[in-house]
């Protein structure tokens, strides 16, 4: 049969002539060519009616022919039309989105070259350091297949995982994880795992003199729910919004709506859960919610007010000590350099114990929490982590504050996080029941209540790793777990979360704060304090600075003040360490209590107990 072509007048196919070739079984099923519809779309529908094609159709031109007309199943050649879902055909047509999903075809009008892409995928495409720092390359794939990520670790092999988009909720995946639209924004990327770990991507093009990208961004809280938590937007940073960008011209909705941060589905628009309106917020910090009246002052805070007016204008954060504003910028700065590091675990483990040691090491007239710029401490991080963090910090300690536009407190009935500058972090259930039971002053103030707990809260949530999962401690934070521990009347190092002992009995880190919650003092000063008739428990934080204290200094004077004293330390490899032979009896622990996950805790490292009265001699 000789190939046919359209007439050059009409565009339209010539009648064959009968008899010109030869007939062929199912031919009296076509139409007859001289019935043959004129119109193009009038043949297609005939055509498809003719051969049953199901649910699918056929894309594309084609530019070969079957070798057999009546059987659409054989093998096509190069540049033809394909056959594909007849719904796949009308999404991708109607959407304009990527028609594939994970099955390696490329969005409709693609072609090699990533030609027609999504914006979706674009974003994902380039070059990016994990939170280990490790290279990250998201490209297409051989042919234009499906995107790949090639994860090359350092000193590791090379890992290659699917980049892909998951069919039931149109999210991007990659490996085990979706990406937190909500939470990434151009330059980074937000991967969250089913069980709440997160990786967080930024991009490697990024300049290095540029701004240090916030790389826990749903940790931040929307820029339309400050104001009037923190008083002014023109003493502190911008916040953005949960999806990385601005807010600008953004209303909030008349109600603020809540959930549960433990319970954010990846699906669903950050942005639009987190906004509530300023109305809803007191003007002032303590006031009653129902009355607007002002709850009756304590006597530190009435002393506090009935200073000059020269001394409650604008100081620096580190000469007001006891100021629950000053505590909420220390904490805002601190969880601002905790942006900066992301979710590299080890380098926010560094900075809390970083932080720990501060307090027995800072110089004269520094800031109780914050290291100043040029301290030593800071060493401890490497080169680019520490860089970030100290052009995070610089606003901390070259600006200066107005008591009043800091202030961490729990939103409007909503015992589930805090906000404390344009930060936000979760709160545990049995925290808060903790610090209810400790509480000292008048239970019917309610707002004075709140704003104290929201204060120790904040001041420790400083202290932790935002990275380790919700609703447990880090490892500073961890108490003896052992039966003989129980024998102890005081604690060396406890807080309100995991004392065992009675109010009073205690000494804490944050006794300024912690006073009403039972806080005695602070280590070394509560040594002289207690009575020497007591049986009292040392578990210092395992950091560098608390541990060459404790055991390099102040052992002798520990164990000969008290009756009994129960010990842990580590074992490491550090000047002190000799001092661990004068623990005669001391045997190996392998578990501590969390007191806020409820549960004991595996321990990572060599730790050793001990209970005695009298200490080994040295050298021995």
Known sequence: MARLAPMEDTGAWPPLKPGSAPAVQGD??????????????????????SHDSGPWTHKGKGKGKFRNQDNFSSRRRKGEGKWVPRHQEEDAGATGTESWEGSGSRAKGASKGNKGLSSGAAELLGEWLDSQDNEVLVQWGPRGGP?????????????????RREPDSGLWACGNAVLDKGASSAN?????????????????????????????????????????????????PQAKGANGKGTEGFSPPARRRQRNWSSISMGSDIAGVFVGSAEDAPELSGTEPATGEM?????????????????????????????????AARVSAILDARQVIGAASNYQEILSHLLLDHDLLREDGEDPMVPSLNSALWQRLPE??????????????????????????????????????????PVVHCDIQALLK??????????????????????????????????????????????????????????PFNAKVDNGKFASRFPHAEEVFGSAGAYPSVLDKWPSTVVVSVNPPFSDAYLEDVFGKQLDRIVSSFKKVHIFAPVRDAPWRPQLRRLDGA??????????????????QPVLYWQGSQLAAAGS
């Open 295 to 327: 709850p009756e002052q304590s006597p530190r805070e009435e002393q506090e007010d009935s200073r000059p007016s020269t001394m409650r204008s604008k100081v620096p954060a580190y000469f007001d000590t006891y100021n629950a504003a000053a505590d």
């Open 147 to 163: 995107l790949t990520a090639r994860l090359s670790r350092r000193g590791g092999r090379a890992q290659v995982l699917s980049v």
């Open 438 to 495: 400790r509480y000292t002053l008048a239970e019917d103030n309610v707002a004075s209540r709140a704003s104290a707990m929201a204060r120790v809260l904040s001041l420790y949530r400083a202290l932790e790793n935002p990275v380790v999962p919700a609703g447990q401690r880090s490892s500073h934070q961890l108490c003896a777990a052992s039966p003989a521990a129980d024998e102890a009347e005081y604690e060396l190092f406890a807080s």
């Open 188 to 236: 980074v990327l937000v991967w969250a795992a089913y069980d709440g770990r997160k990786s967080v991507w930024r991009r490697k093009e990024v300049g290095v003199e540029a701004d240090p990208e916030d790389l826990l961004p749903w940790l931040l809280r929307m820029e339309a729910m400050q104001g009037s938590a923190d008083g002014t937007d023109a003493e502190q």
């Open 28 to 49: 009296s099923e076509r139409p007859k060519q001289e019935n043959r519809p004129r119109d193009g779309q009038q043949w297609q529908a005939v055509n498809e009616a």
């Open 587 to 604: 045997r190996f622990v392998q578990h501590f209590w969390d007191a806020t996950a409820m549960r004991d805790r595996h321990l990572e």
């Open 384 to 425: 680019i982590p520490r860089r970030n963090v100290l052009q995070r910090l610089t606003a901390f300690h070259d600006g200066r504050f107005v008591p009043g536009s800091y202030v961490a407190e729990f939103p409007s009935g909503n015992w589930s996080e805090i906000f404390v500058g344009r930060h936000r972090f």
